[in-house]
């Protein structure tokens, strides 16, 4: 409702005046990916999207994954949002990234003098990432069952841990640094052919169980899920990185639900 947003913005405003602060405003959209553009569009019409220029009130929005369903479409959700914030507002962010145990895993890569020396293709023999759940899809079938394992977990959680584990030393502790790293890895990923794909990836379903001596349904009869769904919930990947650290170094990465127990583990196996 454009309305609303008008009314957000009188509140904010009024707020600003009566505690004699700033009315800078931080956008956080924990909504469905498919209200990501029609929120922004309405920020915009509404005079919300302040740019922070010549000390006026600025604002930020954060967009959580998934950002798009493909390259095509999240080109196209970025076109749409910086038509209303310019890019230095703009924060595409992973929630994964703010667990203490992932952001610990560069103090382990780089102020560990006994790790780097052995962290190659030299004396590793492969990587093992895993990210297990428990649980099913519960309540969020209607939105698993249009994006899968794959786009759920494996291209954003799990290849932000692959960059982790792999990028070479930052320049600096900044963002832009540490992110310029970790785009290398990613540009460095061994394209997975047709071919390769056979014997490299498995996709799976789960299917009806007990657990803790309750049964539980199969995926496909989970609420939101369609009937003859191929979505997967079980993911797993052989990848290699073509750079001179890992070359020949195979990761395996592996997701899914309805697994034996709840567990995220980076298993790094030496020669």
């Known amino acids: 409702n454009p309305a609303d947003f008008h009314t957000l913005r009188k509140r904010i405003e009024d707020l600003s005046v009566r505690k004699n602060v700033p009315a800078n405003c931080l956008y956080y959209l924990a909504t469905p990916p498919s209200l990501f553009v029609p929120v922004v569009d309405q920020l915009r019409h509404a005079g919300l999207t302040m740019k922070g220029s010549a000390g006026a009130p600025w604002s930020r929005i954060i967009v959580e994954k998934p950002f798009g369903s493909d390259l095509q479409s999240a080109l196209a959700l970025n076109e749409q949002i910086t038509t209303a914030f310019d890019e230095d507002q703009i924060f595409r962010i992973d929630h994964y990234l703010g667990k203490e145990t992932v952001q610990n895993i560069m103090v382990l890569r780089f102020a560990n003098s006994i790790f780097e020396p052995v962290w190659n293709n030299k004396y590793v023999d492969h990587v093992q990432i ?46 832009d640094a540490i992110r310029n790293e970790k785009v290398q890895v990613l540009r460095s990923l061994r394209p997975i052919s047709p071919l390769c ?48 650290r890992w070359a020949g170094v195979p990761f395996y990465l592996r997701t899914g639900k309805r697994l034996a127990e709840r567990r995220t583990e980076i298993s790094v196996h030496f020669k």
């Open 130 to 175: 895993s990210a297990s759940e428990a649980l099913g899809v519960g309540r969020r079938g209607g939105y698993y069952d249009q994006t899968g394992a794959i786009r759920d977990m494996l291209q954003n959680h799990m290849m932000h841990l692959l960059a982790l584990v792999a990028m070479e030393p930052p320049a600096s502790l900044a963002a």
């Open 197 to 244: 794909a056979a014997k490299d990836v498995v996709r799976g379903q789960y299917v009806e169980g007990v657990v803790d001596g309750h049964e539980v349904p199969p995926y496909r009869r989970e609420p939101g899920v369609a009937a003859e769904s191929v979505t997967e919930t079980f993911a797993a990947l052989k990848v290699h990185i073509d750079n001179w």
